[in-house]
């Protein structure tokens, strides 16, 4: 974990971002209806991705991470309504023209046409959810490039190949004529990214994208997304629970809870310097072998029903750190540097001063000893 953070230290607050926005997500509310009622799932969200930057949504299931990018990708469900917000993404025309548009204004037909696939491309945590079992490998990979480029189909199959052998599959030739069921776990998950790479995206969601496999080769999917995007330049989004994964890849971090982004800043701020007791709870559960307890930490309680919204801070039930005015009113974000802010009413200057847990504060001296061991500044 470590390796990431010391490569990330020059990203501190100090960091400069790439002038070029690719993804602007503004305000984004979303609910759904539901046979029980409707469920507020996504509340007031924004987030920002610049051209070749990775951003990290991370938090419990049921948090909103998914629903999210799934409305920046167009494909939000059928009992789903955008309460307000938008969601602008920008590219480029084949003849260089820059265009921004907002998603939330187009209709499905224009997303499959000119978004999905094309310009946003998306892994899912499920490579057998995302293949169709009856077509071959090979024609899967092709299918987008016909479809969106009118690729003649010998130049499509060439491609492919190409892709399976950049995505680290040997072989290729012989794998083009596989069917899904034909391949083990992280050979699905690579064609699926390279599926997913056939049109040149812009922009790579991975929703937990190594879940399903075992940890060494959850390694390596996560090598070859990072290699992928530094060799290509694209900008990628990575959902996951995973706090591990995050200081590996993530130069930015959102962490978000009952559908709200309560913490945002750079992977250094997040992991060594965290202000809200979500993240701390977060980090804390993380599994550590040097740490004083017996037994992993969990955070108390579970997230909240969003049937059922409730008045003030949402994780105030759980937080062994709140004040009165947590169930009277919702926290706004304060603002700590530049890139760091944090929505918490124990940062406003009225609260008492409340330290992170002892343990924790212990694990991240240990995270940056060992970050510093590798080179890293602090």
């Known amino acids: 974990m470590s390796d990431k953070i010391e490569k990330n230290t020059g990203n501190s607050p100090e960091k400069k971002k790439p002038e070029e926005k690719i993804l602007d997500i503004k305000d984004i509310d979303i609910s759904f209806k539901t046979t029980a009622g409707m469920v507020h799932a996504i509340r007031g969200v924004n987030i920002d991705l610049m051209k070749g930057e990775t951003v990290a949504i991370v938090g419990e299931s049921g948090s909103g991470k998914s629903v999210t990018m799934k409305a920046a990708m167009g494909i939000l469900a059928s009992n789903a309504t955008v ?3 938008s969601i602008e993404f920008t590219y480029h025309h084949a003849d260089g023209q820059k265009e921004t548009v907002d998603i939330l204004k187009k209709d499905k037909k224009w997303i499959r046409r000119h978004i999905n696939g094309k310009r946003i491309a998306m892994v899912f945590q499920d490579p057998m959810m995302s293949l169709d079992p009856t077509m071959t490998i090979g024609k899967q990979i092709m299918e987008g490039m016909i479809w ?3 690729t003649p189909k010998k130049e499509a199959w060439e491609r492919a190949v190409k892709l399976l052998k950049e995505v680290g599959i040997e072989e290729p030739e012989k794998r083009m004529k596989n069917y899904p069921h034909q391949l083990s776990g992280g050979m699905r998950q690579r064609v699926v990214i390279a599926i997913a790479l056939s049109c040149n995206p812009d922009l790579l969601i991975c929703d ?3 879940t399903a496999l075992d940890v060494t080769i959850q ?7 990072k290699r992928v995007q530094k060799e290509r330049g694209i900008s990628v989004i990575y959902i ?5 994964v995050v200081a590996k890849v993530a130069d930015y971090v959102n962490v978000m809870y009952a ?3 309560v913490e945002k800043g750079t992977i250094n701020e997040i992991f060594y310097d965290p202000k809200h007791p979500y993240t701390w709870g977060l980090l804390s559960a ?13 955070i108390p309680g579970s997230p909240p029903n969003l049937l059922h919204e409730k008045v ?5 039930p759980r937080n062994q750190f709140a004040l009165e005015i947590d169930d009277k009113a919702e926290p706004p974000m304060f603002q700590i540097t530049e890139t760091h802010s944090a929505a918490t009413w124990l940062l406003d200057e009225r609260a008492p001063k409340v330290e992170m847990p002892q343990e924790l504060k212990k694990r991240i001296e240990r995270m940056k000893k060992e970050a510093q061991k590798h080179g890293g500044e602090l």
């Open 148 to 150: 969106h480029f009118k």
């Open 240 to 244: 996951t629970h995973d706090l591990g």
């Open 83 to 85: 309460n307000k917000g």
């Open 286 to 298: 993380m599994p550590d072998l040097d740490t004083d307890d017996e037994r992993l930490y969990t």
């Open 259 to 261: 559908g709200k982004i």
């Open 312 to 316: 003030g801070d949402a994780f105030a």
């Open 219 to 225: 390694a390596k999917i996560v090598e070859l997304i």
């Open 208 to 210: 937990e994208p190594t």
